[in-house]
């Protein structure tokens, strides 16, 4: 499985981004994608999984009721991690992964895109 992220750019604090992770491959294997963060200086974080049959998705703390992912309807390997009320403390590299089983590790990880949330 390959994953390509993308989407990360400049916003100012307040506004939106929309990440998207695009998984190639034997996709039909998967049982979840996650995105993690990491902000300089500081060691990678979860911020929210969705299970790859359709749902549900868990959330950090950090960004529960700011942050939604969903599945594209129409390009079936795509999963967005929408981001709104962003601060400055989100700021960080974003990076997809997936993994074939849960609890387990994860198997597959993207290259990362950066996000950068301007006060």
């Keep these: 499985v390959q994953l390509q992220a993308s989407g990360g750019g400049l916003v100012q604090a307040g506004g939106s981004l929309r990440l998207s992770c695009a998984a190639s491959g034997r996709t039909f294997d998967l049982y979840d994608i996650g995105?993690?963060?990491?902000?300089?200086?500081?060691?990678?974080?979860?911020?929210?999984?969705?299970?790859?049959?359709r749902g549900p998705t868990y959330f950090a703390d950090a960004v529960k009721g700011r942050f939604?992912?969903?599945?594209?309807?129409?390009?079936?390997?795509?999963?967005?991690?929408?981001?709104?009320?962003?601060?400055?403390?989100?700021?960080?590299?974003?990076?997809?992964a997936a993994?074939?089983?849960?609890?387990?590790?994860?198997?597959?990880?993207?290259?990362?895109?950066?996000?950068t949330v301007s006060s």
């Design 35 to 53: 995105w993690f963060r990491q902000a300089p200086g500081k060691e990678r974080e979860f911020v929210g999984r969705y299970k790859w049959s």
């Design 68 to 96: 939604t992912m969903s599945r594209d309807n129409a390009a079936n390997t795509v999963v967005y991690l929408q981001m709104n009320s962003l601060k400055s403390e989100d700021t960080a590299v974003y990076f997809c």
């Design 99 to 115: 993994r074939l089983r849960s609890p387990g590790s994860w198997n597959f990880w993207g290259q990362g895109t950066q996000v």
